[in-house]
């Protein structure tokens, strides 16, 4: 009987804790974390904070928009003049993230086939790194989003590459 009792005891332990946990969220994908963090210092519009989670060399390239501030950075001075051109233009996904604080950029756990081909042909020619996958659901249209994250001499993980795809809802 001490046998039944003991398997009892130890199986609601099992199921209280595994109930326990399941209520605390998984933590959180540190190379998505530095992407979204980037992301939100864009929204922000804290040049700054840009600066400070950009390596360089840093590449912006899109697909489906028109092509205002794509380029690289090889320089502080070059990844600042592309800062300015994204925040004085009339960007698209700024204007979506700015919409509104229920606004969020997700992480994409399960990118389409199509988004990994097109994101195949973006991301030549960029260096190793950590991949993040990320999208947003705007007004009309949708953002497929790529952060190549790589770390830097000092340990910290930075935003290398910003690569975007824009998909736009017809009627």
């Known amino acids: 009987m001490n046998r039944w009792v003991t398997l009892g005891v130890v199986a609601a332990m099992a199921?209280?804790?595994?109930?326990?946990?399941?209520?605390?969220?998984?933590?959180?994908?540190?190379?998505?974390?530095?992407?979204?963090?980037?992301?939100?210092?864009?929204?922000?519009?804290d040049t700054a904070a840009v600066l400070d989670?950009?390596?360089?060399?840093?590449?912006?390239?899109?697909?489906?928009?028109?092509?205002?501030?794509?380029?690289?950075?090889?320089?502080?001075?070059?990844?600042?003049?592309?800062?300015?051109?994204?925040?004085?233009?009339?960007?698209?996904?700024?204007?979506?993230?700015?919409?509104?604080?229920?606004?969020?950029?997700?992480?994409?756990?399960?990118?389409?086939?199509?988004?990994?081909?097109?994101f195949k042909k973006l991301q030549q020619g960029l260096p190793d790194g950590e991949w993040a996958a990320a999208h947003l659901n705007g007004d009309g249209v949708t953002f497929s989003l790529r952060f190549l994250i790589v770390k830097s001499p000092d340990g910290r993980r930075r935003v290398a590459a910003f690569l975007m795809k824009a998909f736009f809802e017809t009627a």
């Open 53 to 118: 989670s950009t390596s360089l060399p840093f590449t912006h390239r899109s697909i489906g928009l028109k092509q205002k501030c794509e380029r690289s950075a090889k320089t502080r001075d070059e990844l600042q003049r592309w800062i300015d051109c994204l925040l004085n233009s009339k960007d698209l996904l700024l204007g979506e993230l700015g919409a509104g604080d229920d606004v969020e950029i997700e992480q994409d756990l399960h990118p389409s086939p199509k988004a990994l081909k097109v």
């Open 15 to 45: 199921i209280a804790t595994s109930a326990a946990y399941a209520d605390v969220p998984a933590s959180p994908d540190p190379v998505f974390a530095t992407a979204k963090s980037w992301m939100e210092a864009l929204r922000r519009r």
